[in-house]
């Protein structure tokens, strides 16, 4: 990640630093390092909006510049 300081934050970046934070774990083994979250939040007997559909309605409204 130092290496890396003086670069644009970009979804690439993202899921590069997601992959290294999460190297050598039960998540990396079942493939969800480096990836976006596929699969919702589930809580028992609430009844909440979780922040898996929020992130999919503010999907829109975020710009990534791709240089």
């Known amino acids: 990640m130092i290496k890396t300081i003086d670069e644009e ?8 630093y997601h992959s290294l934070l999460k190297s050598n774990t039960i998540d990396s ?14 809580l ?9 559909r929020n992130i999919r309605k503010m999907s829109n409204k975020i710009k990534w510049e791709v240089k």
């Open 9 to 16: 934050l970009t979804p690439r970046l993202l899921k590069e």
């Open 29 to 42: 083994e079942r493939g969800f390092a480096g990836v976006y979250k596929k699969i919702p939040n589930k």
């Open 44 to 52: 028992r007997g609430v009844d909440i909006e979780t922040a898996c």
